[in-house]
């Protein structure tokens, strides 16, 4: 089944620069020799927090890169904190940052809700769990000390 994106949205905000700023403080610590990368940040309607993490890098001849993004726990807690807040007006499940090394401050963060995350991690549950659990971002215990 193919992915049908709803509601993209380019969104500049407090919350979506100080992703963009975190982001670009961790690339800048990556010494590999890579022209660009797309970065996506999926989160799945897990009952407990959680996202995954799809970094893609080019060099400059557009040839796949084999990079790892490092942990960064003050990132994580940006990405929580908008994805929570996102959710309590507008459904969002994935973030897409694209970003050229050279025009580091450029960089665009795309916001937006694809139903196959929701229709993948649904077909992953138990039949007698399916469209019964709640996102984490709808679960009080889960989003204590998000703002």
Request: include cysteine; charged fraction near 20%.
């Amino acid at each position: 089944m193919e992915s049908q994106i709803l509601g993209t949205m380019q969104i500049n905000n407090p919350d979506t620069d100080f992703i963009r700023q975190q982001i670009i403080s961790i690339l800048k610590e990556i010494n590999k020799h890579w022209q660009s990368c797309q970065i996506t940040f999926i989160f799945p309607p897990t009952i407990n927090r959680g996202y995954k993490t799809q970094p893609s890098f080019q060099d400059i001849l557009g040839t796949e890169l084999s990079i790892f993004l490092p942990f960064n726990p003050q990132l994580d807690q940006l990405l929580y904190s908008f994805i929570y807040k996102m959710n309590r007006t507008k459904d969002a499940n994935k973030i897409v940052l694209t970003i050229q090394k050279g025009e580091l401050e450029e960089a665009v963060i795309n916001v937006m809700y694809d139903p196959l995350i929701v229709e993948n991690f649904q077909a992953n549950l138990p039949k007698s769990k399916r469209n019964k659990t709640i996102p984490w971002w709808a679960n009080p215990d889960e989003t204590k000390g998000l703002t």
